[in-house]
Nanobody, 120 residues
Framework: QVQLVESGGGLVQTGGSLRLSCAASGSISTWNRMGWYSKAPGKQRDLVASITTDGDINDVDTRNGRFTISRHNADNTIYLAMENLMPEDTATYYC??????????????WGQGTQVTVSS
């Protein structure tokens, strides 16, 4: 089992910044991919960006460079730096980790989510 603890969400005004954190613990494989997903009201949960232990980044939706993903392998923590926030960034942000359980077999775990609300 793997546990994910997210933090850093909150209420911020337009133009403000936040830094989300997600710490993983438990049975974590040497190689893993961790990422951030956003779920806005009425929309599906979509990938924002993910990063592997090797530093391979898949940044699908960084909002024109306003969001930056990073990680600290030593404590299995990823971050999402969010700058110049806009009301449309309002969403619940979820952390996900994909761990390797054996050759060619992987398991996903999700965090509980952290709410980001951007007021206009």
């Amino acid at each position: 089992q793997v546990q994910l603890v997210e933090s850093g969400g909150g209420l911020v005004q337009t133009g403000g910044s936040l830094r989300l954190s997600c710490a993983a613990s438990g049975s974590i494989s040497t190689w893993n991919r961790m990422g951030w997903y956003s779920k806005a009201p009425g929309k599906q949960r979509d990938l924002v960006a993910s990063i592997t232990t090797d530093g391979d980044i898949n940044d699908v939706d960084t909002r024109n460079g306003r969001f930056t993903i990073s990680r600290h392998n030593a404590d299995n923590t990823i971050y999402l730096a969010m700058e110049n926030l806009m009301p449309e960034d309002t969403a619940t942000y979820y952390c996900k980790i994909t761990v390797q359980i054996r050759a060619n077999a992987f398991q996903d775990y999700w965090g509980q989510g952290t709410q980001v609300t951007v007021s206009s």
